[in-house]
Structure formats: structure tokens, C-alpha cells
């Protein structure tokens, strides 16, 4: 069976160092772990490879309170206690009550599908250590009935991070890692490109420029990401803002339009307030 | 020919296993990566490297490796003009501008270039990596161009090796300390307890509750788990901490949002008998220490932020401090806090090769039981480990 290959997207930017790390999971069938800056576009990665091989995409999305056994299957012991309470008949029936987690309706499928594991380090310590067996035999036991479902396709498996915990070493043997770095200018151009194919040439330089400005800024407690500046230039298109308004024609420092889509913290924009203030005494 | 390659990386302190290095070889034998090094590069950190601050380590130890193979094309950086004035305008002051123009820009140009050629000849020597250094007239160590991506689209890329511009360097370690890196490092220090209203259904307490009532349901609630760890903090104020404020702000900024429980006090150098919560009142608003003490229980755990670096006359004498007349010394007050909360630790922002030289640090660190750390994301990470130890 020749193995399917991800070559980037039209809607999504790879740089060829991603896109050997999704081919290396994809060929060798291994979880992909990603990591990177908040807004890098790491569950877009999922949607995208998805999208391109054609592929259903399951999500799991983690929360603190997220067991591993989610995933797998919940047995709804209450619905079946009610109803033992009011003699209904499916109640003899213990299957009745297994509720399919993600991943038991990835490992039934039809077809091969791409699994997205998200924000994996929200979820208790433990959480990931609980998995390991699933993900790598691709099989699981449910004691209520006693069978055992294996995958009949293994998925494609993709699981993000923000690092908020450390993942167990075990754990990480077991995946493939990447950590996307912050675009540099040309990937970020392309990101842009991609998203806004009709923007102007000069509005896209100016605001790439600010933008970049901005992201040297020293001190700022949270820098603008790739996805904070794909809503703002979408704010710049929607009220059409000229390109000079980006550049103030005396070569003057200005505030930015529409900055607070890019600054998200009052602290920030103060900062950011001052430091144009100093610039302009300075000139 | 690869084990060598293995052993090489564990040699320089990467934690690989064989099972990640078995990986690797499967990939190669179905051919994953491409024949290029620059593939091969890439597959291996997927495969080896499961953490990015490794990932500079990585480039380093890769770099060792396989500096002998070096038939790569286009080895050799070639610099456009326009970007290395770029270059020299950014890193430059204007004073230092005004002198290196008098040089001439094509004299200067020429000696940036050699710097680099030089720079670039040290590190194929197998050396560590030399910044330009402070007597240079470039003025700024941080101008190796190897930090900055030279060349525009990937075509060009493997203009330079890709980890020899160690993109990833400033993710080691101990070198960045944003107040996400922290916050992350606080998290350690989680305890979940069940407190508050019963929102959750406690599926075993159920069970249990019907089947004492004779398989009739009755259902049990139970509170959700909520981080229940209760820190106080005490921060060293003014003086020789000034050089330490920004630390030490995003450590407390940090600490605000991951502690529900958070107390906070301020001193100065030294604990004494009065503390304060705002520094614009300091002289008029002080809680008595023991008051602290005695408000909140042993259950909390006491971090102090300080450098700790005063004369040692504050720690060990009554009347010691230099700003007001006390009965005590520091060292019995401090001395009281510990006693009240076992778990404790101090944070210092000096760097710790710099404690042996400092009589008041080390006096300090006797007096807290070895429990000092520095305020680096690593100290941090110790400092939560021995506050969660049982006490």
C-alpha cells in the first residue's frame, strides 16, 4: 500500500522541516508531538493534513479534568442504574451503556483517519503515561464486555502542547517531535500570501514591518503571534486602511491603526504608547 | 556507522534512548528522510530530541559529529552587502556609528567580513562558539550573523548549515525566564483538593450510597478539585535589588496568577519585625511579623525573593539594620519564620557561582538550611520540588 504524503496545503504554510517530521509519523506510524508559541498554527496542522490526504479528523480535546480512559470509552453506569430503576429492557445489555471514546471510533474505522490529541499538557500528569499502551499497540481492552478492539488502520496521530507540563519520558520515546519555531519574514509573507491573496503589496510590507517592529520590542509580556497578525491585517482590509497610515509620511514613529489586535495586553499598549512617545522626542 | 553517531550524542548529555535511535534507523531503511544532511538532520531531531531547549544541544553535538562531512555545496556564507550594513546599523550605537564612519563603511565592511570569516573558521575548529567579545568595534557580542537567517527563500537555505546557525539557542535552559516559563515552573507546586460547593457526581460514592440503600439510586455530589496550595511570599525590596526588578516582577506577576492563596509581604535586605504590603507606605504601614505568623497556618509555604547581599551585620546583629533601630537580629526573626513554615525555600537572583563570594549569602543559606535556589527557570524547578516535598 504506498503511503500517502503530505506536501503542505493551500491554506496552510509548511516550512520542509515540519513536513519531514509529519511524513517521518505518517510513514513510520507514530505520534507526531508539536510544540511552539502560542498561535504557530499547531491544531491547524491537524485540520490541514486532514484536509489534504482526504482523511476524517477526530479531536480530542483536553481539559484539566480529562482522563485517558475518555478517550477510549466511558461506561455510563448511571443511565444503566436509572433504568435498572424503571425495568427497561436494554438494561440486560451492558454494551448498551459503553459510550466510544476517540479513539475506539479511530481504531473502527472504516478507513485510516487523523487523530488530534490537543493540548495534551493540560490534562493531569498522569494523563499521557495512561496512553502509552494505546497509542502504540493501537489496542485497548473493555473489561465490561471483555473484548478487545484493535485498530483496523492505524490513525495517524497528532498531539499538541503548550508546555505547560512536562511529559513523561516514556511517553516521548514513543512520538516524533517538532517544535515549530515563530515564521521568519518570508514564511510569514507566504502565511500571508495564503491568506489574503488579494492584499496589497505595499499594506502587506508596511504591516509586516510594524509587525515585525513590534515583535522587537523588548519587555513585552506577550508578543504578537502569526495568528494575531492574520486578524489584524484582516481589521486593516476591513476598514481599508491606506498603507501610508501604516507610515507616517515625516518618518515619524506612529502608533499603529488597530493596534489592540496585535497588543492584547493594557501593559503592553502602554509600553508600547511610551516608547513612540520617546521616538518622536527624540527625532 | 551510526551507533558512533548515538554514543556521540550521549556523550554530550542528550537523553536518547535506543529505542528513539531505533527508530531512527527504521526511518532511514524506509527511507523517510531524503539522501541531503540537511533531511537527515531534520528526521533525527524528530526522532532524538523530544524537548526544544535540547534542541541547541542538539545542534551542537550534530555539528561535532559531522563536521567532517563537509562536501556539502554552498558551505561557504556569502554575505550581501546590503544586509551586512543592515546589519551594522542595527547593532550599533550612535556615538559608536559616528566613530567607525570616520574609518570609512568599505574598510569597516571589510573587517566585519574577516570577523566572521574568522568566527565561522573557530567554530569548524570545534571550539565553542566565540561571540565578537566587547573590544570589538562592532560593539555587540550578539552579532554573529549565524543568529539570524542569512539568505531569503529555501532555495538558498542550505547557504548556511542548518544547525550551525543554532537558532534554538536562547531556548536552553537556564537563559529565558518569561512569566509563562515560570509559571509553568510554579505549576509545580500544585496540590488539588476537593473544596467548595458539590458540583461533580462522585460516581464510586454513589455506587456505595445505593447499594447501603438497597439498590435504590441515591446519588452523592462531591466539590471539584481545585489547586489548593497556599504560598507566602516575601520580597526583598530596593537597594541592591533594583538590578533585579524585571525578575522578579514577572515572578511575582507569575506567581499572582497560578496561587489562589497567595499572601505577599515586602522587606528590605532582611526580615525584621514589621513588614509591608505596599511599597508607597512602607514607613507608615507595617504588619507585624508576628502578627503573619500568627494569621496564617503552617499549611503554607514560605518563599522568600532576595539577594541577599548586605552587610553581614544585618543578619547577625540587634540594631544591625540600616534603616531603623532592631530590638532583634534578622537572623532570629528569620529564624521564627522558619521555625512556623516548614516547607520553605529562597529565591536569589544572583547567579550561584557568585554565592561563595558574598559572607551575607552564605550566611543566608545556613540560616535557611541549604534551601536557596536561583531565580532561574531551573533553580525554580528545584525550589518547587523541595516545597511539594512532605513536611
Redo the contacts between chains.
Keep these: 500500500m504506498s503511503q500517502p504524503r503530505f506536501e503542505g496545503s493551500r491554506n496552510y504554510v509548511t516550512?520542509?522541516?515540519l513536513m519531514?517530521?509529519v511524513?517521518?509519523a505518517i510513514?513510520?506510524q507514530?505520534p507526531?508531538?508539536i510544540?511552539g508559541e502560542p498561535g504557530t498554527g499547531k491544531t491547524m496542522l491537524a485540520e490541514e493534513v486532514a484536509a489534504a490526504l482526504e482523511l476524517p479528523l477526530l479531536q480530542w480535546h483536553i481539559k484539566s479534568?480529562t482522563k485517558a480512559q475518555q478517550g477510549l470509552y466511558e461506561y455510563d453506569?448511571?443511565s444503566r442504574?436509572?433504568d435498572s430503576?424503571l425495568g427497561d429492557d436494554r438494561v440486560k445489555d451492558i454494551g448498551n451503556y459503553i459510550v466510544k471514546g476517540v479513539l475506539w471510533q479511530a481504531f473502527e474505522a472504516e478507513r485510516p483517519t487523523v487523530v488530534l490529541i490537543d493540548e495534551i499538557d493540560k490534562a493531569d500528569i498522569e494523563f499521557p503515561n495512561d496512553l502509552l499502551r494505546e497509542l502504540d499497540r493501537m489496542e485497548f481492552h473493555v473489561y465490561e464486555t471483555r473484548q478487545t478492539i484493535q485498530a483496523r488502520h492505524r490513525p495517524i496521530v497528532f498531539i499538541t502542547s503548550n508546555?505547560?507540563?512536562e511529559?513523561p519520558?516514556a511517553f516521548?520515546?514513543?512520538?516524533?517531535?517538532?517544535?515549530i519555531?515563530f515564521p521568519?519574514r518570508?514564511t510569514m509573507q507566504r502565511i500571508v500570501d495564503v491568506h489574503f491573496p488579494g492584499i496589497r503589496k505595499e499594506l502587506l510590507r508596511e504591516a509586516l514591518e510594524v509587525f515585525f517592529g513590534l515583535r522587537d520590542i523588548p519587555?513585552l509580556?506577550k508578543k504578537p503571534s502569526t495568528s494575531e497578525l492574520i486578524d489584524w491585517l484582516k481589521l486593516l482590509v476591513a476598514e481599508d486602511i491606506p498603507p501610508e497610515a501604516l507610515h507616517s509620511p515625516d518618518g515619524k514613529a506612529a502608533i499603529p491603526p488597530l493596534h489592540g489586535a496585535l497588543l492584547k495586553n493594557e501593559q503592553d499598549v502602554h509600553l508600547f504608547e511610551r516608547l513612540v512617545h520617546m521616538a518622536r522626542l527624540n527625532r | 556507522m551510526l551507533i558512533d553517531f548515538f554514543l556521540h550524542l550521549k556523550a554530550r548529555k542528550l537523553p536518547v534512548s535506543t529505542r528513539e535511535f531505533l527508530t531512527l534507523l527504521e526511518g532511514l531503511r524506509e527511507h523517510v528522510c531524503g539522501h541531503s544532511i540537511d533531511d537527515f538532520y531534520h528526521f533525527a531531531r524528530a526522532c532524538l530530541v523530544k524537548d526544544e531547549s535540547l534542541y541547541d544541544r542538539f545542534d551542537q553535538a550534530f555539528g561535532e559529529y559531522f563536521k567532517g562531512v563537509s562536501a556539502i555545496p554552498g558551505l561557504e556564507v556569502d554575505l550581501p552587502e546590503e544586509w551586512l550594513r543592515a546589519m551594522m546599523k542595527k547593532h550599533l550605537t550612535p556615538e559608536e556609528r559616528a566613530k567607525l564612519e570616520k574609518l570609512g563603511w568599505d574598510k569597516l565592511m571589510d573587517e566585519f567580513r574577516k570577523r566572521l570569516a574568522e568566527q565561522k573558521g573557530r567554530h569548524q575548529g570545534g571550539s565553542k562558539w566565540i561571540g565578537t567579545g566587547g573590544s570589538s568595534p562592532f560593539g555587540n557580542s550578539g552579532t554573529h550573523p549565524e543568529g539570524i537567517r542569512v539568505g531569503g527563500d529555501s532555495a538558498n537555505r542550505s547557504a548556511v548549515k542548518v544547525w550551525e546557525k543554532r537558532e534554538f539557542r536562547n531556548l536552553d535552559d537556564a537563559v529565558e525566564l518569561g512569566t509563562r516559563n515560570i509559571k509553568v515552573a510554579l505549576r509545580r507546586l500544585r496540590r488539588f483538593a476537593r473544596e467548595g460547593a458539590a458540583e461533580e457526581l462522585d460516581l464510586d460514592g454513589t455506587i456505595a450510597a445505593t447499594a447501603r440503600n438497597a439498590g435504590w439510586l441515591d446519588l452523592m455530589m462531591r466539590p471539584e478539585r481545585h489547586n489548593a496550595v497556599k504560598v507566602l511570599l516575601f520580597l526583598d525590596v530596593g537597594g541592591s535589588m533594583d538590578d533585579h526588578v524585571r525578575v522578579c516582577e514577572e515572578l511575582f506577576s507569575a506567581c499572582r496568577l497560578e496561587f489562589k492563596h497567595l499572601e505577599y509581604f515586602y522587606f528590605h535586605n532582611c526580615v525584621y519585625e514589621g513588614v509591608w504590603r505596599d511599597n508607597a507606605r512602607r514607613h507608615r504601614e507595617r504588619t507585624p511579623l508576628l502578627d503573619v505568623i500568627h494569621k496564617y497556618g503552617p499549611d503554607y509555604k514560605l518563599i522568600f525573593v532576595g539577594d541577599a547581599t548586605m552587610s553581614p551585620y544585618e543578619i547577625l546583629h540587634p540594631h544591625g539594620s540600616i534603616e531603623h533601630m532592631n530590638a532583634e537580629s534578622g537572623a532570629t526573626w528569620l529564624r521564627r519564620l522558619l521555625d512556623a513554615y516548614p516547607a520553605a525555600a529562597w529565591l536569589n537572583p544572583e547567579p550561584e557561582r557568585l554565592w561563595g563570594y558574598r559572607q551575607s549569602i552564605q550566611l543566608i543559606h545556613e540560616i535557611v538550611g541549604g534551601r536557596m535556589y536561583p531565580l532561574t527557570l531551573e533553580g525554580l524547578a528545584r525550589a518547587m520540588q523541595g516545597l511539594s516535598k512532605k513536611h
Excluded: I, M, S
Design positions: 516550512t520542509p522541516d519531514l517530521a511524513n517521518a510513514r513510520l507514530r507526531l508531538l510544540k479534568t453506569a448511571v442504574l436509572r430503576q508546555n505547560e507540563k511529559l519520558d516521548l520515546r514513543r512520538c516524533f517531535f517538532h517544535y519555531k521568519d518570508d519587555g509580556k
